[in-house]
């Protein structure tokens, strides 16, 4: 059973959100009181996030505003996600978008849904948040364990997206075989409301909006992987790393969750200006408490976490406004 993608997300670049009433030529500028300048832009930056549903977009809105108030402006963008917004990325130097770093590993490497079209000319800019997955079922449904997932109906993202690459990594660890469903995590949160497929499969930071989101609307449970399950996960992409999610972090839950994770990063083009370049990524990591000032979900973009990406090298204009932080890398 497939789910025909929307036109919103089919067009990849679609729906923007001008976030200071952008008009061509608006110049970017450094925080009032840090040093440099950015000549004027002929335009403005576009940031390219994910669809409705999705952790990356709401991230993404609070950047765009965290800019705006400091004179350095975006336009948001609403994609497919991390494989729409590093194929942007590595084609036009005036793009930024978010990557999972196991999707960044496979564009790099040409490998996956980059077969044959490695992306060369990507660069990180700084560290987001983790990344973690978990299904969601409707509890009458009586499933409660990633196994009970065989010969079921889950929807898991976007096709071709991280989201079903790694639920296919999963399912092939745990010998099992279901029916992939694809969409975006809105329209498949209301397919599992409605009895349409069996199971939702995200990944984002708990709590997963997608799946508080069929909470707030029908009984239903969140569960992860068994830690023989994560051991297979880890053994077969040793960039992620276990995670546990603490009991309270969904509704109804009382014991731990146990699964897998990765980090996030926002991309650039390497021949993005320096100056670019340093000025976007020093203005978001001056934000003090970035969970307040940003979003909830950007409690962990500060600069202490950039050297957990080992996957995408670092843009020379980031690395020298990370070495203003403190962090050589």
Same mark, same amino acid.
Do not use: C
């Given at each position: ?45 576009g940031f390219m996030t994910a669809g409705?549903?999705?952790? #990356? ?20 963008? %609403? ?43 990507? !660069? ?8 973690? #997955? ?42 099992? %075989? ?38 707030? !609307?029908?009984?239903?449970?969140? #569960? ?11 053994e077969a992409l040793p960039y992620l790393? !276990? ?44 934000? %003090? ?7 909830? #979900? ?5 600069? %202490? ?14 690395? !020298? ?9």
């Amino acid at each position: 059973m497939t789910l025909k993608e929307d036109t919103i997300l089919n067009k990849g670049l679609t729906r923007r959100t001008t976030l200071t009433g952008l008009l061509g030529g608006v110049a970017l500028a450094i925080m009032p009181g840090m040093s440099g300048r950015l000549h004027a832009q002929s335009a403005p930056i576009g940031f390219m996030t994910a669809g409705q549903g999705s952790a #990356f977009l709401p991230y993404g809105q609070g950047v765009g505003a965290w800019l705006a108030s400091s004179d350095t402006p975006i336009d948001v963008l %609403e994609s497919a996600g991390s494989n729409d917004n590093l194929k942007a990325v590595d084609s036009d130097p005036s793009m930024t978008g978010m990557a999972f770093l196991g999707s960044a590993a496979s564009a790099i490497a040409g490998t996956g849904p980059f077969d044959g079209a490695p992306t060369g000319n990507v !660069r990180a800019l700084f560290p987001t948040y983790n990344t973690s #997955f978990q299904i969601a079922a409707l509890r009458d449904s009586g499933l409660s364990s990633f196994s009970e997932l065989d010969g079921k109906r889950v929807g898991v993202g976007p096709a071709g997206g991280p989201a079903e690459n790694f639920f296919r990594a999963a399912q092939t660890v745990a010998g099992i %075989e279901t029916t992939i469903v694809n969409g975006s995590p809105a329209e498949l949160g209301d397919m599992l409301v409605a009895g349409d497929i069996d199971a939702l499969w995200q990944g984002a930071i708990a709590p997963i909006p997608a799946l508080t989101a069929v909470q707030s !609307r029908a009984d239903a449970v969140v #569960f992860g992987l068994t830690e023989e399950q994560v051991a297979g996960m880890l053994e077969a992409l040793p960039y992620l790393a !276990r995670q546990s999610i603490a009991p309270g972090t969904y509704d109804g839950q009382t014991e731990e969750i146990v699964s897998v994770a990765g980090w996030n990063v926002v991309i650039a083009h390497v021949d993005m200006p320096e100056e670019t370049a340093y000025a976007l990524t020093r203005n978001v990591l001056a934000a %003090e408490d970035p969970a307040s000032q940003i979003h909830p #979900f950007a409690a962990s973009t500060r600069a %202490e976490y950039a050297p957990l990406n080992t996957v995408v090298p670092y843009h020379p204009g980031a690395i !020298r406004a990370l070495r203003e932080f403190g962090v050589t890398l």
